[in-house]
């Protein structure tokens, strides 16, 4: 697929870390149903490995931990320009969403880049995710779908959501 039209949803974090690893496993959820006309990529914490599917696309929804000071289980939906990166380290494997739109440089950057932030209970060792967060998983999936939904009946872009990540119940209305 050319980058024009392409929309890529990215599932990274941690499968190792609880909570950490829910954009993974949404991304495996939608795997099983995925919205038509999407593709949709595994990224783990290795942002780097998957640059070049970045630049493919023209729309590209990330979906991850995002600690906002909600509850359990809240979503954000947040510009990836304006998302902090707690991954980014010595390592290129730390890759953050910054570092690799940095990397990407303004020419092969997505048109569109919007990360979907689910509010992480618990961050320590082991592959479950807490109880709010996965409670919590079929309600991110049906915003994955909505977003997608609309993207592609008219393009790529939020245009009313910038700034700050905001929950995402009033956000619900935004993307119908």
């Known amino acids: 697929m050319t980058r024009e039209g392409l929309i890529l949803v990215v599932g990274m974090g941690n499968l190792l870390c609880e909570d950490d690893g829910v954009g ?8 099983q149903s995925p919205p ?6 595994d ?16 729309a590209v929804l990330v979906l991850d931990a995002m600690q906002a000071g909600g509850v359990p289980g809240a979503l954000y939906l ?6 902090r990166s707690p991954r ?5 494997h730390d890759l ?11 020419d092969r950057t997505p048109r569109c880049m919007w990360v979907l932030g689910v509010e ?12 709010p967060v996965r409670d919590g998983l079929p309600v991110a999936l049906a915003a994955v779908r909505r977003i997608v939904s609309r993207w592609r009946r008219l393009g790529p872009g939020i245009p009313t959501l910038h700034g700050r990540p905001r ?10």
């Open 43 to 58: 990224a783990g914490t290795a942002l780097i490995n998957v640059l070049d599917d970045l630049a493919r696309a023209e």
């Open 167 to 176: 929950r995402m119940p009033r956000l619900l209305e935004d993307v119908a």
């Open 96 to 106: 953050g969403l910054p570092g690799a739109l940095h990397l990407l440089g303004a």
């Open 88 to 92: 980014e380290g010595a390592s290129l």
């Open 24 to 31: 993974i496993h949404l991304v495996r959820a939608l795997a």
């Open 78 to 83: 947040a510009p990836a320009d304006g998302v």
């Open 36 to 41: 038509r006309g999407v593709a949709l990529l």
């Open 120 to 131: 992480p209970a618990r961050m320590g060792y082991g592959m479950d995710l807490s109880p």
